[in-house]
T-cell receptor, first 116, second 116 residues
Framework: AQSVTQLGSHVSVSEGALVLLRCNYS??????LFWYVQYPNQGLQLLLK??????LVKGINGFEAEFKKSETSFHLTKPSAHMSDAAEYFC??????????????FGKGTHLIIQP | GAVVSQHPSRVICKSGTSVKIECRSL??????MFWYRQFPKQSLMLMAT?????????EQGVEKDKFLINHASLTLSTLTVTSAHPEDSSFYIC????????????FGPGTRLTVL
């Protein structure tokens, strides 16, 4: 069984400040980890993903995340927040079976608020 | 890039009626699609895995007779909510497994179902 915990249902930062969204996971098999962003009444947009290899993953819009196996974490960061970053962010974990990726298990989401 | 569409984007129906939601992969063939449900201000929950030409696999707690899934072609999966009730009101999102890789899924924009 897999699970994802996102600490903080709401995170508020000032424009230009560092963004840090926390994600911890549990998985009985090597995980594949994802961060998605969702704007109101829209579907999900992939920010970045970790599969294998380099543990520091760079994504779109200046976001990056680091896979730390020892801490079972995959925290999302961005050096300087922009007003357009205000949205809901979901961390997700997946495994891979014979035919490919399995369905995703999502965290509860973190609502990112950007203060002007 | 890979595009997944959903139709309709919004639907309002009366209690007791059935509603069909379509999920299409527009520029690729998808042997596997996934259906998720998202209640207001909550995370996405995997409902079922839809495999082309075979029966869907439902997650624990999801009623297969209420949420009928048909994946009759490599580009189309449908979710029918039968005898809908107000508690079925939700945001339904589908995704299609990346046919070229192993890990990624491409998400549709979602369908907002409101049952009166």
């Amino acid at each position: 069984a897999q699970s994802v915990t996102q600490l903080g249902s709401h995170v508020s930062v000032s424009e230009g400040a560092l963004v840090l969204l926390r994600c911890n996971y549990s998985s009985s098999v090597p995980p594949y980890l994802f961060w998605y962003v969702q704007y109101p009444n829209q579907g999900l947009q992939l920010l970045l993903k970790y599969t294998t290899g380099a543990t520091l993953v760079k994504g779109i819009n200046g976001f990056e995340a680091e896979f730390k196996k020892s801490e079972t974490s995959f925290h999302l960061t961005k050096p300087s927040a922009h007003m357009s970053d205000a949205a809901e962010y979901f961390c997700a974990v997946s495994s891979v079976s014979g035919g490919g990726a399995d369905g995703l298990t999502f965290g509860k989401g973190t609502h990112l608020i950007i203060q002007p | 890039g890979a595009v997944v569409s959903q139709h309709p984007s919004r639907v309002i129906c009366k209690s007791g009626t059935s509603v069909k939601i379509e999920c299409r992969s527009l520029d690729f063939q998808a042997t596997t699609m996934f259906w998720y449900r998202q209640f207001p201000k909550q995370s996405l929950m995997l409902m079922a895995t839809s495999n082309e030409g075979s029966k869907a696999t439902y997650e624990q707690g999801v009623e297969k007779d209420k949420f009928l899934i048909n994946h009759a072609s490599l580009t189309l999966s449908t979710l029918t909510v039968t005898s809908a009730h107000p508690e079925d009101s939700s945001f339904y999102i589908c995704s299609a497994r990346d046919p070229t890789g192993v890990v990624e899924q491409f998400f549709g924009p979602g369908t907002r179902l409101t049952v009166l």
